[in-house]
């Protein structure tokens, strides 16, 4: 039976990343996979290592090129989160996409049958498709932060501090009802559409968690102390096309 895999945030870039390492323990998932979705912050212009703005764009589109190229069997979607919405970036996936007709992007929501994936910072407090807009604003034309400061993230993330703030924000209950009630705003029929519905950003992982016949997961992050957690998924014997793309308003 040929499957999806499904992985989020990465955060490739930041000195707080395991997401080679990560990737690399699940090479042959992502060798016999037909379709990889890579759902939100798969980079992290924020907290670049990298460089400048411009080179870590460079070197994400180099990654994009060389992980479309490593797995010539696969539709690779990219859905946008909010570390990597960068305006700049963004602005130039359409042109690249031109040249990989396996690489698909998806600003805000993926549907594959009845798979529903979207990044999951609809989530970080009540918001319909303007708010997560305006959310986004601030990203799209984010810089990326001094090293020093990153490191300092990285060792709140030792310190448990970082885990502590998000176990507290991101509640299974309260993020599934935010969640839940942005989708009820900016994606019409989807309760009757999807079995599954799949998020990270919170880099709290778990998976099948039922709530009003629909299932919930969560595909953990690779950040160093939390949970890497991607998720197979069942595909049709007949090829699929993405259904859903929905842009904020």
């Not at 989020?8 to 707080?16: K, N, P």
């Not at 042959?28 to 912050?41: K, M, P, Q």
């Not at 998020?199 to 949970?227: C, K, Q, V």
Request: with cysteine; hydrophobic share 40%; charged share 20%.
């Amino acid at each position: 039976m040929q499957y999806g895999l499904v992985l989020s945030d990465l955060h490739l870039f930041s000195v707080r990343s395991v997401g080679g390492k990560c990737l690399s323990a699940i090479r042959e998932d992502l060798a016999s996979a037909s379709v990889i979705v890579l759902n939100g912050d798969t980079f992290d212009f924020r907290w670049s290592t990298v460089g400048n703005e411009e080179r870590t764009i460079a070197a994400a589109f180099e990654w994009l090129r060389a992980f479309v190229t490593d797995h010539p069997q696969a539709e690779i979607h990219f859905v946008i989160g909010n570390h990597d919405c960068l305006a700049a970036f963004t602005s130039r996936l359409d042109a690249f996409a031109t040249s990989l007709p396996r690489f698909h992007w998806h600003e805000t929501v993926l549907q594959l049958g009845g798979h529903l994936f979207v990044h999951g910072d609809c989530a970080h407090r009540p918001m319909d498709a303007a708010g997560l807009d305006h959310y986004r604003a601030v990203w799209r034309h984010d810089k990326p932060r001094h090293r020093l400061l990153g490191h300092g993230y990285r060792m709140a993330d030792r310190l448990g501090i970082t885990w502590l703030a998000h176990r507290s924000h991101f509640t299974r209950a309260k993020t599934l009802a935010r969640l839940t009630w942005y989708l009820d705003r900016t994606v019409p029929g989807w309760r009757e559409t999807t079995r599954d519905c799949y998020f990270g950003h919170t880099h709290l992982p778990f998976r099948d968690y039922e709530r009003d016949g629909i299932r919930f997961h969560n595909t953990g992050s690779a950040i160093g102390g939390s949970p890497f957690a991607p998720i197979r998924f069942a595909l049709p014997s007949s090829p699929i096309s993405p259904t859903r793309e929905f842009l904020p308003k």
